[in-house]
């Protein structure tokens, strides 16, 4: 089986940062694509980043510019790296990844069992 562990979760104040770090194991690929979602309380999941093997990344509209996702390619480990951090970031952060060599994120995903992120103001 796949597994997805998720570390770096917590509480921080407005301003803050973390980092989140996803490492895979099982009969997974290094080669495939991996990102992040959240879902915060009464919201959709949706996703935050995601990165290719080759290193092209995608970051929503809400994040950009004060999240960074990187991954090791070896592993595969993806990271995300969290600054300024908003109260409206609150959500728990599933890691994910695709299926296949060559796929997309989308709703066949292996997923992580999340971690939980906070931020207070």
């Known amino acids: 089986q796949v597994q997805l562990v998720e570390s770096g979760g917590g509480l921080v104040q407005v301003g803050g940062s973390l980092r989140l770090s996803c490492a895979a194991s099982?009969?997974?690929?290094?080669?495939?694509?991996m990102g992040w979602y959240r879902q915060a309380p009464t919201k959709q999941r949706e996703l935050v980043a995601s990165?290719?093997?080759?290193?092209?990344?995608i970051y929503a509209d809400s994040v950009k510019g004060r999240f960074t996702i990187t991954r090791d390619n070896t592993k595969p480990t993806v990271y995300l790296q969290m600054d300024s951090l908003r109260p409206e970031d609150t959500a728990v952060y599933y890691c994910?990844?695709?299926?296949?060599?060559?796929?997309?994120?989308?709703?066949?995903?292996?997923w992580g069992q999340g971690t939980q992120v906070t931020v207070s103001s």
């Open positions: 994910a990844a695709a299926r296949r060599i060559g796929g997309s994120l989308n709703e066949n995903n292996y």
């Open positions: 099982g009969t997974i690929s290094r080669l495939i694509a």
């Open positions: 990165i290719s093997y080759a290193g092209s990344s």
